[in-house]
């Protein structure tokens, strides 16, 4: 939600993830939410669910989670560290402006050549479902599939149940979300208009925009330019200049455009706006307008508007008379060879977390350092002297 918390929209109990299981997993989703230029899809390189976001969202656009193929990247690095190879390339990934990520780009070339090699492989050249600058359609700042990977460690003890229980336990814990953020949201004074997030991004930027300098370019067109400020009010001349446009909503250094959000120029433009008074007679223009409305205050509240009530006891069902009569005769399950799967499979990178001693020691309650200490040798008492 605008407050970066889980919102589930649906889900589904699956044999596997395969081309028919994802196709009709978005193709009742489809009748929910239909397909739209203005949907964005972040996930993780599955090829079945790349196929069917194609097949049924034609319209929407499609990104890569950039942790997931950070982690694929790293390990095609060789003789370095890589950690720092995933690092380099998350940071390559995020910047805003496509002189910054062509820089970057060709340091990551020079640096890990192999993991540049592997990039443009796996991604067939297509720096669109991973580079912020190239993506086609508003993610705002989203970049990763976090949300996920949260349900899944949410939902994982409920993985053990059977069916009926497995939903019941999902349902109640959305049920609870909801009323929780529902809380949260109404809780909020009118006199703020945006999320409590945006509320305080803004009053921290505000104080760094009264550092800098804005200079009025065109009043009808609201073309400002930003610079630093020196300690006596005007222009630093070396300082680099921003280039603000308070009507299209957009600055040179690209994060008003992508995030949705003013950036600390765009605040200063907006300052030296609303010192003149001839200018903020001519066109009333409020920070309200400045924000996307999907950061609203009011558009969070109504997201949590309606109650997801707990599933009744069975004795309250009321089953239609066709559902009754009808039989289902069990499948007679053919047994596997092992325990059963209780965890789901990993994704493409994905790395299989490794259980350390530590952990197992610090359970059992035993102070292992103290056995794991070598032997000193006794030292001979030294006679002594009178």
């Known amino acids: 939600d605008p407050n970066r918390h889980n919102y589930p929209l649906a889900f589904a109990v699956l044999d596997s993830e395969n081309n028919d299981s994802w196709n009709w997993f978005f193709g009742l989703l489809n009748s929910v939410i239909p397909d739209s230029s203005e949907l964005v899809f972040m996930t993780d ?72 090699a592997y990039l443009v492989k796996t991604t067939k050249n297509r720096m669109e479902t991973w580079a912020r600058v190239h993506f086609p359609g508003v993610r705002y700042n989203l970049d990763t599939s976090n949300c996920v990977e949260s349900l899944n460690s949410t939902f994982r003890p409920a993985r053990k ?99 949705k959000i003013p950036c ?15 200018h903020s007679s001519r066109y009333p223009l409020q920070m309200v307008e400045l924000v996307s409305k999907y950061y609203l205050n009011e558009v969070w509240q109504l997201a949590y508007w309606r109650t997801i009530f707990l599933v009744p006891h069975e004795s309250e069902w009321d089953v239609p008379g066709d559902v009754k009569a009808k039989k289902i005769i069990p499948l007679q399950p053919i047994p596997k060879k092992g325990r059963k799967r209780t965890k789901r499979l990993f994704g493409p990178g994905e790395c299989r ?31 002594s002297t009178t």
């Open 45 to 116: 390189r599955n090829e079945s669910l790349i196929n069917a976001v194609a097949t049924v969202y034609p319209s929407a656009h499609h990104g890569y989670c950039v942790w997931h193929l950070s982690q694929n990247v790293k390990d095609h690095a060789f003789n370095v560290n890589k950690d720092v190879v995933a690092f380099y390339f998350m940071q390559m990934s995020r910047h805003y402006t496509v002189a910054a990520f062509e820089a970057a780009y060709s340091e990551f070339e020079a640096r890990f050549p192999s993991a540049a």
């Open 353 to 383: 977390r490794t259980r350390t001693a530590n952990k197992r020691r610090k359970r059992q309650g035993i102070v292992w350092q103290v056995f794991e200490q070598p032997e000193q040798p006794e030292q001979p008492s030294q006679p």
């Open 264 to 278: 600390v120029h765009a605040l200063a433009a907006f300052m030296e706006f609303n010192t003149s008074n001839v």
């Open 161 to 259: 149940y059977a069916l009926i229980p497995m939903l019941d336990a999902i349902i109640a814990q959305i049920s609870k979300w909801f009323n929780e953020h529902r809380k949260e949201a109404a809780a909020g004074p009118d006199s703020h208009k945006f999320v409590p997030l945006v509320e305080n991004m803004l009053h921290d930027m505000w104080k760094d925009a009264e550092k800098l300098h804005a200079t009025e370019l065109n009043s009808f067109e609201l073309l400002y330019d930003v610079v630093a400020k020196k300690s006596d009010g005007t222009a630093e001349p070396e300082s680099k200049n921003w280039t603000v446009d308070l009507i299209k909503k957009s600055c040179s250094c690209r994060v008003f455009d992508f995030d």
